[in-house]
């Protein structure tokens, strides 16, 4: 019969412990490598930092001269593309996964250039935003996202019209291996604009992005612009009115910086929808766009001009949509209309969409903040 005390049951004490570290050490420092993995890894980190341990020295200069050849490229890891044993959390799919706002110059053409006939010379070098995302299925671990970084510059010395986007999206769809891609596409795009009555021109920039989606099978091209005009309220400017003609008492009505962004869908096998176009039409809705070159007469005219057009938020909108539904270049849209008020504490705000490529159930709660002119 074994009788055990209750010495022998007690934890070892540090005298203890310190002898079998050292006995630990003694037979590391003269074992190979493989026998101390193979016991634990983490003994090597008991040996001294100029002993044997589980890795051959390291370098610590950078080797300018080393090159990684295909053979030593099949040796590198690859986490992303590992099986889905790999994936952390549910196995579901990811409807976008991408890059968002990476940057790089764009050659645009632009509508005078094409009706002169001037080709690529009058084309226009734009720093563009790009955000690119593909749908990843359930049971795949992730993508490479310097592929899609990849295939927009084998793209960036081309004009980049739909058609070449829709080139890099099937480059994405390829390489990825993805059913559903998107790429959308930010800039500010230029335009000279005429003063009111001094006959002074300035550039007005107008913030555009260019946006391809294919889901389910489906393409569908859309075109985004943020026009800003002044909105005087139209109760405001009767309120003064009866005060000069009842009190002869001086008052303004108000007004402010207003902002719409229009959203469009281009129908396929239809004329360009140039981008001049859409600002013209927004600029014929609603005709008080803010003022680049403003002299004393040019200031006296853009009051006049505000007078003659008082609009509400709910105008402003109505507006923007009778114009674009005469356009047969455009399917379905959207417009979103904040008049940043001056008289009150908050915006007025409100939206307007016309078939159900825009619809939605719920809006950005940061969206309206979104529609403003920053720096």
């Given at each position: 019969m074994n009788v055990h005390t209750p010495k022998v049951a007690l934890a070892p004490d540090r005298e203890e412990a310190e002898r079998a570290l050292e006995t630990l050490r003694n037979w590391a420092a003269s074992a190979a490598p493989e026998e101390v993995a193979q016991l634990d890894p983490r003994v090597s980190r008991l040996l001294p930092s100029d002993s044997l341990s589980n890795y051959p020295p390291l370098s610590r200069h950078y080797p300018d001269a080393f090159q990684a050849d295909a053979d030593y490229r099949r040796t590198l890891p690859d986490l992303q593309n590992g099986p889905a044993s790999?994936?952390?959390?549910?196995q579901r799919q990811i409807q976008h996964v991408g890059i968002s706002d990476f940057r790089l110059p764009i050659r645009y053409h632009t509508r005078e250039g094409h009706e002169r006939g001037e080709g690529p010379g009058s084309d226009l070098h734009l720093e563009t935003s790009v955000t690119g995302t593909v749908s990843l299925e359930a049971g795949k671990k992730g993508i490479n996202m310097?592929?899609?970084?990849?295939?927009?510059?084998?793209?960036?010395?081309?004009?980049?019209?739909f058609e070449v986007?829709?080139?890099?999206l099937d480059d994405y769809k390829a390489d990825l291996e993805s059913l559903d891609a998107r790429i959308q596409m930010r800039f500010s795009f230029p335009m000279k604009v005429d003063s009111l009555r001094s006959g002074l021109q300035?550039?007005?920039?107008?913030?555009?992005?260019?946006?391809?989606?294919?889901?389910?099978?489906?393409?569908?091209?859309?075109?985004?612009?943020?026009?800003?005009y002044s909105s005087t309220c139209p109760c405001s400017l009767e309120l003064s009115e009866h005060a000069r003609q009842f009190r002869g008492q001086l008052a303004t009505p108000h007004s402010q910086r207003s902002i719409a962004r229009v959203s469009v869908e281009l129908l396929p096998h239809m004329p360009c929808l140039w981008f001049e176009d859409l600002i013209e039409m927004c600029r014929e809705a609603v005709p008080t766009e803010t003022q680049v070159m403003v002299k004393r007469e040019?200031?006296?005219?853009?009051?006049?001009?505000?007078?003659?057009?008082?609009?509400?938020?709910e105008d402003a909108a109505r507006l923007f949509c009778e114009r674009l539904r005469s356009d047969p270049r455009i399917g379905d849209f959207r417009i979103i209309a904040s008049h940043q008020e001056s008289l009150h504490s908050h915006d007025a705000v409100s939206v307007l969409v016309e078939g159900a490529t825009f619809e939605t159930e719920s809006l950005d709660p940061r969206l309206f903040h979104t529609l403003g002119r920053h720096g």
């Open positions: 790999l994936i952390r959390g549910a310097s592929r899609l970084m990849r295939t927009f510059y084998r793209r960036a010395e081309e004009t980049f019209s986007i829709e080139a890099a300035g550039y007005q920039y107008y913030d555009i992005a260019l946006e391809l989606n294919e889901s389910n099978g489906v393409r569908k091209k859309m075109l985004h612009l943020d026009y800003v040019d200031e006296q005219a853009f009051a006049e001009l505000n007078a003659a057009n008082p609009i509400f938020v």
